[in-house]
């Protein structure tokens, strides 16, 4: 348990984010502690690197809406400071304090207030003697960094441990984390460490978490982007809703790639309608599609949609019209309708289209005819080419 989300054991996945303002600013750091949990954070992580910054957890652990972890760089006394400010999970950098009796002594402190701590191993900062015994940075050294420091830990006998070994090379830490997988039965704590900015960062953390995810490895995420973190934390939650682990919260926009048959500006609406959607909590799938020929018939799955006619947007519920929109409207008419789907249910907005469902299902069949009109059943001239490569 990290203060009252728990960890690993079969629970579901939770994400994490780190602030970056200075822990000693406690209503900043409170501020961003808040976007951070809006947009998705379970747990926030906190630096602690100075005397006035565990005064700062002091003030800040009693109105944090998530747990908080204090994150000890070199100085144990940080460690047993943020204790005392009653920090819910300490992050140790086995790297940074590699004296065995401060670790035993921050372990002990920890159990005796039932504290948890990361085992924070960074590829980055290795250990220098497993550096230099394994000749680099190695999933092996990383994992034997970790294993040391359980020992010293079961030592006092302190087993609240989760383990992370971060690498910024994505095939790094991919087989650190498989391997630590094998030895070990603590939860891990998965990331790409020092990812950059998006979109390559979101790249590379993307294809290390979803990938042991996928391998049913792991038990919390953190996206480390160059990025404002409530990216990260966005980032995080996105990909656990995308995966299936957890349950959706906000919209899942599917949009079609458009393409030659296309009426309208596909994404320019798309990108519309994901900022109309950004801040509303809607668990439902939303479909943007460029056309009425085949848009609703491809995302017949989607709670709802919009495809683009003649001036005009069909929207539709699971694959039925149910309304004809102006074309400067699509996006308001969208949201509009999404929040009475998600409020009164499908049963009452099939109810409230009762009246306008006919004329929809005839204006979207008129403007799928004209569209194969005018168009015909190669929009995109594809079988026009392969004519033409055939005749060569
Ligand atoms: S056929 Fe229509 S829905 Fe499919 S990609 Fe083209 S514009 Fe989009």
Redesign the pocket.
């Given at each position: 348990m990290v203060g009252d989300v728990p960890v690993g054991g079969g629970a579901p996945i939770t994400v994490q984010s780190m602030t970056i303002t200075k822990t000693a600013d406690h209503e900043a750091t409170l501020q961003q502690i808040y976007a951070l949990a809006g947009a998705g954070a379970d747990i926030v992580r906190c630096t602690c690197n100075k005397p006035d910054a565990a005064e700062g957890l002091a003030r800040i652990v009693p109105r944090s809406p998530v747990p908080i972890v204090a994150d000890i760089h070199n100085n144990h006394r940080m460690a047993l400071a943020a204790l005392d400010a009653g920090v819910h999970c300490l992050r140790l950098n086995p790297g940074n304090i590699t004296d065995p009796s401060k670790i035993k002594l921050i372990a002990q402190e920890a159990k005796d207030r039932n504290v948890p701590i990361r085992i924070g191993v960074n590829g980055g900062s290795l250990d220098s003697s497993l550096y230099d015994e394994e000749k680099g940075v190695t999933p092996e050294a990383m994992v034997e960094s970790a294993l040391r420091e359980i020992s010293y830990f079961d030592e006092v006998g302190f087993d609240l441990v989760k383990i992370s070994v971060k690498a910024s090379s994505v095939p790094l830490m991919i087989e650190a984390y498989r391997q630590l997988s094998e030895v070990t039965d603590y939860p891990l704590h998965l990331g790409v460490t020092e990812a950059g900015p998006p979109p390559a960062g979101l790249l590379k953390a993307t294809a290390g978490i979803a990938t042991l995810l996928a391998e049913g490895i792991g038990d919390t995420i953190r996206y480390s982007l160059t990025a404002d973190p409530v990216e990260e934390a966005k980032a995080g939650r996105q990909l656990l809703e995308a995966l299936g682990l957890r349950e959706r919260k906000n919209v899942d926009l599917i949009a079609?790639?458009?393409?030659?048959?296309?009426e309208i500006d596909?994404y320019k609406i798309a990108n519309d309608a994901m900022a109309a959607f950004e801040d509303k909590k809607l668990p439902l799938q939303v479909a943007v599609?460029?056309?009425v020929?085949?848009?609703p018939g491809?995302a017949r799955d989607a709670d709802l949609g919009i495809?683009a006619g003649n001036k005009r947007g069909h929207l539709f519920v699971k694959g039925v019209n149910v309304a004809v929109v102006p074309e400067d409207e699509m996006v308001d008419q969208l949201v509009e309708w999404a929040n009475f789907l998600h409020e009164e249910g499908v049963e009452a907005t099939m109810a409230r289209a009762e009246s306008t469902r006919d004329v929809a299902r005839k204006a979207a069949e008129e403007d799928r005819a004209r569209n194969l009109d005018e168009r015909g059943d190669d929009?995109n001239a594809s079988e026009a080419a392969v004519e033409l490569i055939r005749k060569r």
């Open positions: 079609c790639p458009s393409c030659g048959r296309a596909v599609m460029g056309c020929v085949n848009g491809e495809a929009a």
